[in-house]
């Protein structure tokens, strides 16, 4: 990777785009630590502990940090990338937008514009619960129409911006505006990831003896390396299907008769079935957050059991991402369009018959294939809640942390192929020379 980055860095072309990229992301960063007006100083220490157990805590890693300091972008991607998803998911559902995804680059400008208006209209609603929240937990110095006026524009404004910047890189810099802003928001948690390692280690941890904070310490530290270095195995892995494609014989020349394979990724969902699976299993969490249930017995027990740190909310969220990565998979993969693409180019998998056989045989291939996956996807989520399980809860910071490496090492991996695709193509000298 750090050879790669070093060669498209002598590519003048490449590297203007990667320091328009680094640009766009120093702005954003900058954009997350502006305040809004109408809101308490004291607000980000008192947000982190409400946020703790709830899906709003996952917002808040998602956003660098912003969401608990309830900055401009204090929504951060979150709403772009709740768009994109809708819109994907009704170009299954709705017929005109299936044309339009069909139509080449016309029908994708298209879709793009019709997810621009989604994320305004998302970014908006999403504005208005943020602002309400602030407002029942106290956090607003002036609770007038003026300032809730004010308050909402600039998160609708802020995530509006943030959706720019993404395209922007996707535009002029090395692509994945979505992912890169998610990894830098992600990295820029390391210092204090770091300095709460630090206070383990140095023994002031509360309760915790410097000999246990420095074991804590060193088995974080080992236990994140071996993660990294199953998500980056796993993320490379596929199975690989032969093809053979029958001969041809155009005029005196004869055609095809090549073998090649079609690659099924282990991971083929990528982190979305970890974001579907907790935004659901946490919706308890967070309802919790604008009840007042102190007084009622049952329902204490209730929202304490789908708290992060319980077994049961642990549980859920392995089952759901099995269900969800199973669900993304049918919408993501056609097995039958696949089939069909193999018919038409006179290619066919050794045994198996063209048409509905080869289908059937794909579907059954990646339905083992996805399991795998999402037990993989499962374990790395569920992994750190099992720790601070046994630790007591002393450890509640890395409830999400597996889902979080999980995008940090995909994004450099995605990264990394991105500018080596581009570097071959700036490489290859035509059949001219």
């Known amino acids: 990777m750090f050879q790669t980055i070093k060669n498209a860095w002598k590519i003048d072309d490449l590297r203007k785009k990667i320091v328009f990229a680094l640009f766009i992301l120093l702005l954003y960063r900058i954009g997350a630590q502006i305040p809004v007006p109408f809101l308490t100083a004291d607000l980000a220490a008192s947000m982190n502990e409400q946020t703790a157990g709830s899906i709003l805590q ?25 768009a994109s998803i809708v819109i994907q998911l009704l170009t299954v559902a709705i017929p005109p ?9 016309d029908g994708k400008k298209k879709l793009n514009q019709i997810t621009r208006y989604v994320t305004v209209a998302l970014a908006l609603l999403t504005a208005v619960g943020y ?17 809730a006026i004010v308050i909402i524009a600039c998160y609708c404004a802020g995530s509006s911006l943030v959706m720019w910047l993404a395209e922007k890189i996707n535009e002029s810099g090395i692509g994945n505006g979505i ?3 998610l990894f830098a928001n992600i990295v820029s948690r390391g210092p204090s990831i770091i300095g709460a390692l630090w206070n383990y280690a140095s023994g002031n941890v509360e309760g915790t003896p410097q000999w246990l904070g420095i074991i804590i310490a060193v088995a974080s530290i080992i236990i994140g390396i071996l993660m990294v270095a199953l998500i980056v195995f ?36 990528g982190v979305m079935p970890i974001i579907f699976a907790s935004s659901i299993v946490s919706i308890p969490a967070t309802i919790g957050m604008f009840v007042d249930y102190k007084d009622s017995k049952f329902w204490t027990g209730f929202f304490n ?85 046994v630790s007591g809860g002393k450890m509640a910071g ?12 995909g994004v450099i991996i995605e990264t990394a192929r991105e500018i080596e ?13």
Do not use: C, W
């Not at 602002?131 to 300032?147: C, I, N, S």
């Not at 499962?378 to 992994?383: D, L, W």
């Not at 890395?398 to 090492?409: E, P, T, W, Y």
């Not at 695709?421 to 020379?433: A, D, N, S, V």
């Open 398 to 409: 890395l409830a999400f942390g597996g889902s979080s490496i999980i995008i940090v090492v």
């Open 58 to 82: 996952y917002l808040n890693i998602l956003s660098g940090g912003a969401f608990a300091q309830a900055t401009l972008f204090a929504l951060g991607i979150s709403p772009y990338i709740t």
């Open 131 to 147: 602002y309400f929240m602030l407002r029942g937990y106290d956090y607003l110095t002036d609770k007038g129409v003026f300032a």
């Open 305 to 389: 059991l789908f708290d992060s740190g319980s077994v049961v909310y642990a549980i859920l969220t392995f089952i759901l991402i099995i269900a969800f990565a199973y669900f993304y998979i049918l919408i993501s993969f056609n097995p039958v369009e696949v089939s069909n693409n193999l018919k038409k180019n006179g290619g066919s998998i050794p045994g198996i018959r063209p048409g509905k056989p080869t289908s059937d045989y794909i579907k059954r291939v990646l339905n083992r294939i996805t399991l795998i996956g999402a037990i993989f996807l499962g374990f790395i989520a569920v992994f750190p809640m099992v720790i601070n399980l």
């Open 234 to 269: 796993i993320t490379n892995s596929e199975r690989r299907l032969p093809v053979q494609y029958a001969k041809k014989v155009v005029g005196r020349k004869m055609y095809g008769g090549q073998n090649s394979t079609l690659p099924i990724k282990l991971n083929n969902t």
């Open 97 to 105: 937008l299936e044309r339009l995804a069909k139509e080449g680059e």
């Open 421 to 433: 695709g581009q570097m071959t193509m700036r490489h290859y000298k035509g059949f001219l020379e």
């Open 179 to 181: 992912s890169l802003i």
